[in-house]
């Protein structure tokens, strides 16, 4: 063992090769400026680019939304994003609309995301739900490393995807695992590993046990020293509000930081949006004096 | 005609459900159907039951096992369980029956590996999880992976049922029926267990872990996760 505590990192990632080509690559490194965080270098390749970055409101977080120009992801596509929010700066990374999966046929479609937070900086990343479609094929693998002053906020909704003929759940596979390492300075350690699989092809995955009988799943997790667990209370209070099934529970500490997750399952896209921007609402007041995030506004 | 291994009564005292690790103070999870009326009767406790064994034994605990018994370093295992057991509640549970049976272990089975696998749980570096402090203890009795996948998953299904016979109540005879059942269940768990692979550990269904994160804020409750 190299160092302890750290996850299997690229034994999760299959390598790009002639039968996986990258598709597309967005790099972003954002500082902060004068009080305003700017993209200080930003490269993008093929089928992935970000708009003009904006500023929703006063805070200086500033706010660039991911474009996928081909309008989705195929079979043995690869998609890298490699974004590094240095030292007090602060970013909201969006995407522009759903993230669609097509059929898949041979292999799966790929995103690759590493994410470094530095010292008081923050992330919140908000991107729209994912809809895999009949026989699509799918694995998201996102390595986030922050330090115990970063602070992160990602929430995640996934469909069912619709088949033409009305049934539900006809895509073969959708794996979104998340790696969270929190790193104090020495060696950073595991804090949390968010792995969600879904396989319809193998697994009755509607009914007790897995889905419950409900169609969608949306995620919140949050990574701050803010994080306790009379937060967790609050938010678990916040969702009685929504028809939605829902838990929410602490990670270990490390290093004095804690992370909070937040699951949970309901029957429309819309709803779970709902639920979990009334989460992220609280803390983007509470922590940052932010309005409520409205992206539907531009 | 060949003579018993000699680890087999080892492996039996290990699995016996007298052993005190505390089981039968956990649901992992089912006490929140319960509490539901979704799990109410023999039926409807054994969906759970294979849906429990399909994920959270399959996708955690065997594949940790598996990993063990492959040489993947026992610290890095233990650092990926405490990271991917979200549900506050089940990550104490795997921590408070794996610190038993370390001690436990280390009383009656001791070994170089588990007196390794201690020390780095008793200076902080490691958490101590029941599936690893089982493999460590198995690996070292020279049991083959298989047959402690097997003990092992058919010894957390007894310990589930029996708690469920006591909780919705259901007859010793029902409890007895859906071990049978089960059995189906862990066989097919340890076959799909040697089937995946890294990038699969921690998969358990949004389902189970939202019931098992609920659990902490149930009212009346007989178990501790």
């Not at chain 1, 995301?113 to 693998?141: F, T």
């Not at chain 2, 018994?69 to 990271?83: G, K, N, Q, R």
């Not at chain 2, 104490?92 to 009383?107: C, F, Y």
């Not at chain 2, 696998?117 to 992976?145: D, M, N």
């Amino acid at each position: 063992m190299s160092t302890t505590a750290v996850g299997p990192g690229p034994a999760a990632l299959s390598p790009p090769a002639a039968d996986r080509p990258e598709r597309g690559r967005l790099e972003l490194l954002i500082t902060e400026r004068d009080g305003r965080s700017i993209a200080s270098r930003q490269f993008h390749e093929g089928a992935l680019r970000v708009l003009r970055p904006h500023y929703l409101d006063e805070s200086g977080q500033v706010c660039f939304v991911l474009v996928n120009p081909g309008g989705a992801y195929l079979g043995a596509d690869l998609y890298v994003i490699e974004v590094e929010v240095e030292s007090g700066a602060r970013l909201l990374l969006t995407t522009q609309s759903a993230t669609k999966i097509y059929r898949t046929p041979g292999s799966f479609a790929e995103q690759r995301m590493r994410l470094v937070l530095g010292d008081e900086a923050q992330l919140e990343l908000a991107p729209d739900q994912l809809i895999a479609y009949r026989e699509a094929s799918y694995r998201q693998n996102t390595h986030i490393t922050v330090r115990p002053t970063s602070s992160l906020i990602m929430a995640e909704v996934v469909t069912p995807g619709w088949s033409p003929d009305g049934a539900a759940f006809r895509y073969e596979e959708v794996r979104l695992r998340t790696e969270i390492s929190l790193d104090p300075g020495e060696a950073p350690q595991l804090l949390a590993l968010d792995n969600l699989l879904i396989v319809p092809s193998a697994d009755d995955v509607t009914g007790m046990g897995f889905m419950e009988g409900y169609s969608h799943v949306g995620s919140l997790l949050v990574v701050d020293r803010r994080v306790d667990q009379a937060l967790a209370d609050e938010l678990h209070g916040l969702t009685r509000a929504h028809e939605a099934y829902t838990g929410v529970s602490l990670t270990a500490t490390v290093a004095g930081t804690t992370g909070l997750v937040l699951r949970s399952l309901s029957n429309s896209t819309e709803e779970l949006r709902r639920l979990l921007q009334a989460c992220t609402t609280l803390l983007r007041r509470r922590w940052y004096g932010q309005p409520p995030l409205d992206l539907r506004k531009y | 005609m060949e003579a018993t291994p000699g680890y087999q009564l080892a492996l039996q005292q290990l699995t016996d459900s007298a052993l005190p690790t505390g089981a039968f103070a956990h649901s992992l999870g089912f006490e929140t159907y319960i509490e539901r009326g979704l799990v109410r009767d023999e039926a409807s406790f054994g969906v759970w039951l294979t849906a429990f064994a399909r994920q959270q034994l399959t996708f955690s605990d065997g594949l940790g096992i598996r990993f063990l018994y492959e040489d993947h370093p026992v610290a890095e295992l233990d650092s990926l369980l405490t990271a991917q057991l979200l549900p506050r509640q089940l990550r104490e549970a795997s921590v408070k029956m794996g610190g038993r049976l370390l001690e436990i272990g280390t009383d009656v089975f001791p070994s170089p590996a588990l007196e390794e696998y201690r020390g780095l749980v008793t200076s902080g570096r490691a958490s101590g999880h029941q599936p690893l402090a089982f493999a460590v203890v198995a690996h070292s009795l020279g049991v083959p992976l298989n047959e402690a996948l097997a003990a092992y998953l058919f010894a957390a299904v007894t310990s589930l049922t029996q708690n469920a016979v006591r909780a919705i109540p259901l007859g010793q005879n029902a409890g007895q029926r859906l071990l049978r059942v089960a059995a189906d269940g862990v066989a097919a768990a340890v076959e799909r267990v040697g089937n995946l692979t890294l990038d699969d550990f921690g998969a358990v269904s949004p389902g189970l872990e939202i019931s098992q994160m609920r659990h902490e804020r149930q009212r009346a409750r007989m178990f501790m996760s």
